[in-house]
């Protein structure tokens, strides 16, 4: 897992992982080689167990400028469908542990697609979102109309897909697509908050996400019963009691992932 030039990786001994998209030359547009960076640093974060919280971030200027619209230039249908990147996508989107998207500058298109697989979204006031692609004679392909829809709902995701217009941190978090907005640096404050997750019981962390992600699709009954199964999973783990324990005992838990 080494850092390459279009992706740096800094694992902190706190168990948080800080991946940052590094292509400034092309306000990290998100060409194959950057996709796949990507999906096989996620794919080894997801087994490394030293880390239990990931941040994603494009650094202090731009989150990303989306797709890298020369790799459109003359490609095909058939080519656009072997490329298969929907498994580049599904790396991130499969993780168990969160992911904290640190959004400074713009997140447009596939950047705002990016953003959205993770599972907080922490943005500076200087940050703008959109999905531009129909000014390019495109469409959204990687959850710019679903996970947008789900988000904010189908009149504001109409809205923004199909004018293509910008928005900035502040109409995001009103629209729901942001969970905070910070005066600075957003990427120092999602640090913060992947190092209080970092700190709690990964068991527990990782089955809030899975109930979370998967009941969103699922009917209220369902989902309700998979909140029940979880919680009812957690109380076999050391770390339920070492809880409780703690908490009785006033002191800090001492948590082991187990
Ligand atoms: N692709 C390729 N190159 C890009 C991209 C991009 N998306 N964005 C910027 N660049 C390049 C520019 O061509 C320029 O290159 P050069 O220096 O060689 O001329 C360099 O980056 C700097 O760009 P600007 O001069 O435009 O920089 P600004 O700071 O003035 O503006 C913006 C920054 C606002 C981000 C502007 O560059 C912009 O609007 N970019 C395009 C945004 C866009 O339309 N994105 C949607 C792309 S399509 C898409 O994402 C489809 C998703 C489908 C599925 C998901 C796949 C990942």
């Known amino acids: ?10 694992i902190r001994q706190n168990g948080v992982a800080i991946v940052e998209l ?13 996709r796949k960076a990507l999906a096989e640093t ?41 490329r298969h990147t929907e498994q580049y996508w599904q790396s991130i989107s499969a993780c168990s542990k969160p992911v904290i998207a640190a959004v400074n500058g713009y997140a447009l298109g596939g950047g705002c697609e990016l953003a959205m697989h993770a ?7 200087n940050a703008n979102f959109g999905q531009p692609e129909v000014r390019l004679g495109l469409m959204p392909g990687a959850g710019g109309t679903q996970r947008l829809l789900r988000a904010i709902g189908k009149y504001q995701t109409m809205l923004l897909a199909l004018t293509g217009k910008f928005i900035s941190a502040n109409e995001a978090y009103q629209k729901g697509l942001v969970s905070e907005v910070v005066a600075g640096d957003a990427t120092l404050h999602a640090i913060e908050i992947a190092q209080t997750i970092a700190s709690y019981s990964s068991i527990s962390v990782q089955q809030i ?19 029940r199964k979880a919680l009812q999973i957690l109380f ?6 070492e809880g409780a324990r703690a908490f009785l005992e006033k002191r800090t838990p001492v948590y082991q992932g187990e």
């Open 22 to 34: 590094h292509r400034p030359e092309a306000r990290n547009a998100l060409n194959l080689e950057l």
């Open 236 to 241: 076999d783990t050391k770390d339920q009691k």
């Open 42 to 82: 996620f794919q080894d974060l997801s087994t490394n167990n030293e880390v239990r919280v990931i941040v994603l971030t494009g650094g202090e200027k731009i989150f990303a400028a989306g797709a890298d619209v020369n790799d459109f230039l003359t490609a095909s249908t058939s080519q656009m469908y072997l």
């Open 209 to 227: 996400k899975e109930v979370i992600n998967l009941g969103q699709d699922m009917s209220l009954d369902g989902a309700l019963a998979l909140e």
């Open 119 to 125: 599972d907080i979204i922490i943005a500076s006031e």
């Open 1 to 10: 897992m080494n850092n390459t030039e279009v992706l740096k990786l800094d």
